[in-house]
Nanobody
Framework: QVELVESGGGSVQAGGSLRLSCVAS????????IGWFRQAPGKQRERVAT????????RYADSVKGRFSVSQDSPKTTVYLEMNDLKPEDTAMYYC??????????????????????WGQGTEVTVSS
């Protein structure tokens, strides 16, 4: 069982930055598809970025393209979501999720959500105007 723990959320003013972390407890990512999702109150969950920890392929939703960046550390135990030029509409609970290793061939914004077997508890981001 893979346990994911997000951290790094907080309250910032518009234009500010935050870096979210997604740590896999006792696990090294190995060709997993990692997705960063967010859900604002009363809205549907939105996938904002994906990264394949084996091939390194990254994809971003149009709503965050050019402002958010996903990366992973060298030991491949942590995936980051760097968020710059934050806007009030970025306010949401942010979650990371992971597929089983090598279970997803094309890791993208269109990857079926049921492919993400492991979820973190979320970290809250609030952006004020």
């Amino acid at each position: 069982q893979v346990e994911l723990v997000e951290s790094g959320g907080g309250s910032v003013q518009a234009g500010g930055s935050l870096r979210l972390s997604c740590v896999a407890s006792g696990y090294i990512f190995n060709s997993n598809c990692i997705g960063w999702f967010r859900q604002a109150p009363g809205k549907q969950r939105e996938r904002v970025a994906t990264v394949h920890t084996g091939g390194g392929w990254k994809r971003y939703a149009d709503s965050v393209k050019g402002r958010f960046s996903v990366s992973q550390d060298s030991p491949k135990t942590t995936v980051y979501l760097e968020m710059n030029d934050l806007k009030p509409e970025d306010t949401a609970m942010y979650y990371c999720a992971a597929s089983r290793p090598s279970a997803v061939v094309r890791c993208s914004l269109e990857t079926a959500e049921q492919s993400f077997n492991y979820w973190g508890q979320g970290t809250e981001v609030t952006v004020s105007s």
